[in-house]
Structures are given as structure tokens and as C-alpha cells.
């Protein structure tokens, strides 16, 4: 039945996975995408090798095609998904840089979760769009984007979060403001106060 936890040997490997053998007549099939949550199946069927002894847990029992699909990495908890908790798009997130690239820089969220900031996001002022101004190891407010689960990618901006501050600060001002006042009169106030 699915959900059932299976062992069985590998008898074969493909260019779409392992077969595991159940029985002496049928074996199921763990497709790339079913072998590991953290890394590419291109590279986590390299730890594998016919004869092997898995635990895989039956996803799919088709009689009418005759194939078994099975999953060896639905017998963990996603640590993806786990390390999102408390974590969606548009909500602010602080983090490390890890790594500074060409194109912008890897933020670590937590131990599990890193998230991208592209050189253009990196700030609102193009001037400061500049990957030479960061340091592994500097802390860094931003912005999620975007998460995207099959790619396993967070995408983050420290240039939404200061436009959105931005907004919330001239909506804060202009609350307290006399509504017939104009942006121009409120931006003149604003820079006499600073004077």
C-alpha cells in the first residue's frame, strides 16, 4: 500500500534513478527527484551502487501501467521546508553573508536557509549596488521576494525593504499631516525640521 516503508536491494541504476528490487519478479522505481531533499539527484544517485541494501517508502502503485514509484527521501522531514518556518514572502529577514559574488551575495537565514540578494537589490541608491561594499560575515536586513520550493531558492532585497520603509515613513508623516497639504509642503517641512 502507499506510504509503506519497503528494503530492498538495488538492481539497477538509470539515467532517472534506482530500481529496487521487492521481490524476485518486481521492482519499483525512485525517480531522481525522490532520492534526496538536499541535493540534485544527478548527484545523490552517485552514492548508490547495484547491490545496495534501501529503505525507500512506496508513493504510487500503478497496476494498470504495472510500475511502482518510490521515495527514499519521503522517509525524512524536507529540511527546507522546516527552516521556512516563520518565513514567507514580503516578510523581513535578517541573516549573514556567506559568500560575496559577482552578482550579488548569499545570505545565510538560518543554519538550514540561505537566501540570494542580487547586485541590484543590494540597495535602492544605485551607488550603493556595489557587491565590493560587503563582507562575509556582515549582518543584513532584507526583504523575501520570492521562495521557490522546487528550486530550493529564496530570493531577497534590501531594496524593497528600504522602499517599503520608505513608503510607510511619508504614509506615517502624511497621517499626521493636515490633508491639504501637499507632498511638496511636506517634504519642506520635513527638511526645515532637519535644519
Do not use: C
Not at 91 to 114: F, Q, T
Not at 144 to 159: A, F, H, K, P
Not at 163 to 188: H, Q, R, V, W
Amino acid at each position: 500500500p502507499d506510504g509503506e516503508i519497503i528494503e530492498g536491494p538495488v538492481k539497477n541504476i538509470t539515467e532517472f534513478g534506482l530500481f529496487i528490487g521487492l521481490n524476485e519478479e518486481i521492482a519499483g522505481m525512485v525517480h531522481l527527484s525522490d532520492i534526496s531533499w538536499d541535493i540534485s539527484g544527478e548527484e545523490a544517485v552517485k552514492e548508490y551502487k547495484k547491490g545496495d541494501i534501501v529503505k525507500a517508502r512506496i508513493l504510487d502503485v500503478n497496476t494498470e501501467k504495472e510500475r511502482i514509484s518510490l521515495g527514499i527521501k519521503q522517509l525524512t522531514e524536507d529540511t527546507f521546508e522546516s527552516s521556512l518556518k516563520g518565513i514567507k514572502k514580503g516578510s523581513a529577514v535578517k541573516g549573514k553573508i556567506s559568500k560575496v559574488l559577482e552578482d550579488g551575495v548569499d545570505v545565510e537565514i538560518n543554519e538550514e536557509l540561505h537566501g540570494f540578494v542580487k547586485v541590484t537589490d543590494l540597495a535602492k541608491a544605485k551607488a550603493d549596488q556595489d557587491v565590493t561594499k560587503y563582507n562575509e560575515g556582515d549582518e543584513i536586513e532584507a526583504k523575501v521576494i520570492s521562495i521557490d520550493r522546487s528550486s530550493r531558492q529564496v530570493t531577497l532585497s534590501v531594496r524593497a525593504l528600504e522602499i517599503a520603509a520608505e513608503k510607510e515613513a511619508i504614509a506615517e508623516y502624511t497621517k499626521n499631516e493636515e490633508f491639504t497639504s501637499s507632498f511638496g509642503d511636506i517634504l519642506d517641512n520635513a527638511l526645515n525640521s532637519k535644519k
